[in-house]
């Protein structure tokens, strides 16, 4: 039975982010929609699930090999809105834009996704109105039909 080799961890480059606070979303098609950030969650990347290639000859383990293609999952944040943000929201629903997140040190990550739900919750009796905003991140390009990558710029700094 074959094993792997050990290999060490190398400290990363880069800056971590040290806090969550401010993030911001932006839609190029509309800058200054009517909604106020109060938590943001960016896309997440999900490898799928494994392929089995496990054969009568396997006598311990099932193993198993990755997917070829990588989804990218939806970002979310909680928002808080003025009743405008019909308006606004109703000019961008479904329409494929690039989305930038800014994070606490001005780092930026941006994809071309659209805006495909608002949420609003229950309006209650001494609460902050929220909504539930879902973006999809489609990694298409529809101006030059292909695929597209993120774009990320890191904030300079110690």
């Known amino acids: 039975m074959a094993a792997p080799t ?24 509309d800058p200054n929609i009517t909604f106020w950030e109060k938590s943001v969650k960016l896309p997440s990347l999900d490898g799928g699930e494994p ?12 193993t198993k090999h990755p997917g070829g293609l990588v989804d990218v999952t939806p970002a979310t944040a909680k928002v808080a809105y ?28 941006s994809f071309f996704g659209y805006l495909q ?26 101006a030059a039909n292909v695929e597209s990558s993120f774009l990320v710029t890191e904030a300079t700094g110690t």
């Open 51 to 62: 392929i089995n290639r496990s054969t009568m000859f396997n006598t311990v383990f099932k």
């Open 117 to 142: 739900k608002f949420e609003p919750d229950e309006l209650v009796p001494n609460t902050h109105p929220e909504a539930a905003i879902t973006i999809v991140a489609t990694m298409y390009d529809h």
């Open 82 to 109: 003025s009743l405008q943000a019909y308006t606004d929201i109703t000019a961008i629903i479904n329409d494929e834009t690039t989305i930038t997140v800014t994070v606490c040190d001005g780092s930026q990550l």
């Open 6 to 29: 050990h290999t060490s961890r190398i400290a990363p480059t880069g800056i971590d982010l040290y806090d969550g606070f401010v993030s911001k979303i932006t839609f190029a098609a």
